[in-house]
């Protein structure tokens, strides 16, 4: 429980403007439920469309033109392995395709076509719609991993999966995108366009959440619940909506519009992309977001708190991928990336003390206080890992190799954050104390525990801290490790955040430390939540022993044992300079469709169909131009196209 004893200081009056928005979300979820109880008295809900409201007259198209030459992302030659080197890294690689492989089992015995196994019970719960959310999200990595029969089965379960009989109430816009909308793209692509029956759920599906879509000024309605909607009343976005869930839409229905030429998905997102554009140097921390945006008058000035951490994080994470996608063609992501890295550099990084000395970053919480001055909170928080593989591939797609070396320090940060505690794995969320000079940076213990008393202070909690053995005493009843003033969530989810971040840096710069710690992690990983039927999320990292809970949500097999696997995979096998990563996978040169002939024969203009490396061929043996030139006889135009970009590529234009 968090108790105020003396007086309201601004950081615990910040987090409590956090839940109260939080919970009016769900305020808002539960008394629109009610109002039409009507309607949603009995579950499921079906799902009609109704008449559009405000309807768009005029389409933002995708951009066109020939794309520019994006410099690499992956390292270009690895070194090369002795026979013992390849044996461990194969018995490694094989380890993860074993725990895949069970956890995949259990799903499929025991929750198919449901949103998740539950894995200590071996029943199943219903989180996202109830439309087989681990199913449709693990589609890509069941390709990846040879499991052909396995994909195919799955492939046809898609086909009895109606997406207009809701088993909830609400709909989160956010999670049904990148889970379902996503795993479909995602599975479509990467077996070359052979299974339609993918495009067609797809284009289902971005139809009905293209109606969320329809409020006046097109922002969309991100907690949608449909008994509202199914009374055929006009929309309003929200006045209180995370960031992260507006802002991380882009890729997908990007995609989408990419392979059914359909110009009113990218509209849809691109508006949104706009209105962060106009709005990112009018907030309080200019060239940032704040967590809460009000999307119903595009305020962005009702909340003061900055984070790459959750309910922001995936909003930056799109940006150099959006990019990406779109072949350098408009730099619109690139300078929102650029002017927001600025900003994190400057307030959010910090170094913080360790025993270890280790030179490492993470990234905080921020915000101004009442006199305007910077406050930084020395927050971990598992999500934001991502940050090292962003800022890594943002480094070398922008060409700025000083980022690269903030990009490994904090991948570094959470390997440390990792291997620091007990079970070797990473709390959800925790304090630090951050270094007075990040340039010289002693191990302290009196600074350690000053930062415990002022963690403890700020939270009205300094009563028991009176004395410095009061303070250890402190210290081993909350089994803090040197370095940590708190662990404010000390679950492990199975979170894909730290190894996809170290799965990047090593593909960036073959470094082979960063394997030896993937393993370490996994070897934590499932020393601590292997179940019977799958892999369990457990409460408590700070204990050898920890309560697994029974929960496995959709991104350990989508997304977590999908890094593991290809962190152990020769380099060649999905190269980061031909695939898009992010909360699945997209192939990055999807973005060669262009205007005229092209249009309409966008499926073989991957260069590489999304997991060709996976196969037998070869680098060497395939020549995707060639493939591309056989797929455009007689399109002489095309082909001349085609030849021009090649020709611009060889001259490093």
């Not at 009018?282 to 119903?296: C, E, R, S």
């Not at 990406?324 to 890295?341: A, K």
């Not at 700025?400 to 990792?418: F, M, N, Q």
């Amino acid at each position: 429980m968090l108790l105020i004893r003396r007086r309201w200081l601004l950081p615990t009056f910040c987090t409590a403007c956090l839940i109260v928005i939080w919970y009016q979300l769900e305020a808002e979820t539960l008394s629109a439920t009610r109002r039409h109880h009507d309607i949603a008295k009995t579950l499921p809900i079906h799902w009609k469309k109704q008449r559009e409201h405000y309807p768009v007259t005029s389409f933002i198209s995708l951009p066109t033109g020939v794309p520019i030459v994006i410099p690499k992302i992956q390292r270009q030659t690895f070194d090369s392995e002795s026979p013992e080197e390849k044996s461990t890294r194969e018995s490694r690689l094989q380890a993860v395709v074993s725990s895949f492989q069970h956890s995949w089992a259990g799903y499929k015995e025991h929750a198919w076509l449901k949103d998740e196994l539950a894995p200590v019970s071996g029943t199943s719960h219903t989180s996202f719609g109830g439309w087989g959310a681990t199913l449709v999200d693990t589609l890509d990595t069941l390709w990846i991993l040879g499991m052909r029969n396995e994909f195919e089965d799955a492939v046809r379960a898609v086909g009895q999966i109606d997406f207009t009989i809701l088993q909830m109430t609400t709909l989160n816009l956010f999670e049904t995108t990148i889970r379902y909308l996503g795993g479909l793209l995602g599975a479509y692509d990467v077996s070359e366009g052979e299974y339609d029956l993918l495009l067609k759920k797809a284009v289902e599906l971005g139809e009905m959440l293209y109606a969320a879509f329809d409020t006046p000024n097109r922002m969309p309605v991100t907690r949608w619940n449909w008994a509202d909607y199914l009374t055929g009343k006009p929309q309003v976005a929200h006045e209180t909506t995370l960031v992260a869930e507006i802002g991380s839409l882009s890729l997908e229905f990007t995609r989408l519009s990419q392979l059914t030429k359909d110009p009113k998905y990218f509209d849809a997102i691109q508006r949104i992309t706009n209105a962060f554009d106009e709005g990112q140097k009018k907030t309080l921390v200019p060239g940032m977001w704040p967590i809460v945006i009000d999307a119903a008058d595009l305020s962005f000035t009702k909340a003061g708190t900055f984070t790459l951490g959750g309910m922001a994080d995936s909003l930056y994470e799109y940006l150099p991928k959006q990019y990406l996608m779109l072949g350098g063609l408009t730099p619109q992501y690139r300078n929102m990336y650029q002017e927001s890295l600025d900003v994190i550099k400057k307030y959010l990084l910090f170094r913080p003390l360790n025993k270890e000395k280790k030179d490492i970053l993470f990234s905080g919480d921020f915000w101004r206080n009442a006199l305007n001055q910077p406050v930084l909170e020395p927050k971990g928080q598992h999500l934001t890992c991502f940050t090292g593989g962003m800022v890594g591939i943002g480094a070398r797609i922008f060409e700025t190799p000083e980022d690269l070396a903030i990009a490994r320090k904090l991948v570094d940060g959470c390997i440390w954050a990792y291997e620091s505690q007990v079970t070797g794995l990473m709390p959800e969320v925790f304090y630090l104390t951050a270094c007075r000079d990040p340039d010289h940076c002693e191990w302290d213990e009196n600074q350690w525990h000053k930062g415990i008393f002022d963690k403890q202070k700020k939270e009205g909690e300094t009563s028991s801290l009176s004395s410095a053995e009061e303070v250890q005493q402190h210290i081993q009843r909350e089994r803090l490790e040197p370095g940590f003033t708190k662990v404010a969530d000390s679950r492990y989810i199975l979170r894909p955040e730290a190894i996809e971040s170290i799965f990047v840096l090593y593909r960036i710069t073959g470094d082979e430390s960063l394997r030896d710690a993937a393993w370490r992690m996994f070897q934590a990983i499932q020393a601590q939540t292997h179940t019977d039927f799958a892999n369990a999320a457990i409460s408590d990292v700070t204990k050898q022993q920890s309560q697994k809970f029974d929960s496995m949500e959709s991104f350990w097999l989508a997304e977590t044992l999908k890094y593991f696997y290809l962190i152990f995979s020769d380099p060649s096998v999905v190269s980061l300079d031909e695939y898009v990563l992010f909360v699945l996978l997209q192939p990055k040169n999807c973005y060669l469709m262009l205007t005229g002939p092209f249009i309409g024969i966008q499926k073989h203009i991957h260069l590489r169909g999304r997991h060709e490396t996976v196969s037998s061929r070869s680098s060497e043996s395939y020549d995707p131009l060639n493939q591309v030139r056989r797929k455009l006889v007689g399109k002489d135009e095309a082909v001349s196209v085609l030849d021009s970009v090649i020709a611009a590529a060889a001259a490093g234009r």
